[in-house]
């Protein structure tokens, strides 16, 4: 038996067709109408039926599960605020399971994508998990005792917005020195161009400069993967911030292992290491207190439909044992 993961970013919407044990059999792919909610409903029905051309009979999927960005309710029904798309308060579920012949669960993408990890990734075997995902932001999830945490209201696990910095940079949330601020891609993007400055670090950063005297993200990407001195070390500071996140996480959570997502995260070892260490530098009771294990994402870019559509399974499987 099936079920259906569709993920919902600022410029497309995947949707697959996923088996019990995380496998997509089929996918497919549209751009969003993100300012028109009646056209995104339309969308989202749409992918629905796309996706069941692939089956026998409608009877083999059991439930359909939408990953969105933004904060969603603790019942995992209402959109009450998508920051790339034109939902507000919006009772998608509802909406939703009125046009289409099965059970449907919203779930925050980082979420969907950290559920992902835990059951099918760098996290399985892990009971307590915490998973940051560095892209834009930085985005997260927390999965305690085998459960996703969603916090009282549904909008827990915002781990992008824990102080690392008092009176840092502005964050988008309308705080300062939040963690996304020192631990995102635009972070990254920022300290090298920082580092671009420093008389014999900076040499290769400065001459990949473009037009407008700055670095972007493409030529840092080609820096990395080069392994640049001055863009690994970027990374490096990139890497000691997150660690700070951490060990502030691990006071918290006391998760076993901590998994790193998002495309910086392909650096490997290169990022792992500098967390690793400013994460031990950094822990409370330093010395006296057992050690988290740091792995790198494995589910990439299908993270988000593939935990949606366990998240769906989970629904379903919920739903059909309290009927009995
Ligand atoms: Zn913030």
């Not at 009646?38 to 939408?66: H, K, P, Q, Y």
């Not at 760098?122 to 927390?142: D, E, K, Y």
């Not at 001055?230 to 918290?252: D, Q």
Request: proline residues 4%.
């Amino acid at each position: 038996m099936l079920t259906i993961g569709i993920d919902i970013g600022g410029t497309k919407i995947a949707g697959a067709l996923v088996t019990a044990d995380g496998t997509p059999v089929r996918q497919t792919k549209i751009p969003t109408p993100a300012s028109d909610p009646r056209a995104l409903e339309d969308a989202i029905v749409d992918t629905v039926a796309s996706l069941m051309e692939g089956t026998s009979s409608s009877g083999e999927v059991l439930a359909v599960g939408i990953a969105a960005a933004g904060f969603i309710d603790a019942t995992a029904s209402r959109v009450y605020y998508a920051p790339n798309i034109a939902w507000r308060n919006e009772p998608l579920r509802e909406r939703i399971e009125a046009r289409i012949p099965y059970p449907v669960v919203i779930e925050n993408d980082a979420n969907a994508a950290g559920w992902a990890e835990y059951r099918f990734g760098a996290g399985r075997m892990h009971a307590h998990m915490t998973m940051l995902t560095i892209g834009t932001g930085v985005g997260g999830a927390v999965v305690v005792d085998g459960q996703l945490f969603r916090g009282g209201f549904g909008v827990g696990a915002e781990l992008g917005h824990i102080l690392v910095e008092p009176n840092g940079e502005l964050c988008g949330c309308g705080q300062r020195g939040c963690i996304e601020q020192y631990g995102s891609g635009r972070a990254l993007l920022r300290f090298a161009n920082e580092l671009a400055e420093d008389e014999q670090l900076g040499a290769g950063l400065r001459a990949a400069r473009g037009a407008d005297g700055r670095i972007d993200s493409d030529s840092l990407k080609r820096l990395l993967s080069e392994g640049e001195s001055g863009a690994m070390s970027a990374l490096t500071t990139l890497g000691e911030w997150i660690g700070r996140a951490c060990a502030i996480l691990g006071a918290v959570l006391d998760p076993n292992i901590f998994v790193i997502g998002g495309g910086v995260a392909l650096a490997g070892e290169a990022l792992l290491k500098p967390i690793r260490e400013s994460y031990i530098q950094h822990m409370p009771g330093r010395g006296f207190h057992p050690e988290a294990e740091f792995a790198v994402a494995q589910m990439l870019n299908d993270a988000g439909v593939i935990g949606a559509a366990d998240l769906a399974r989970q629904h379903y499987e919920k739903l059909h044992s309290s009927g009995r």
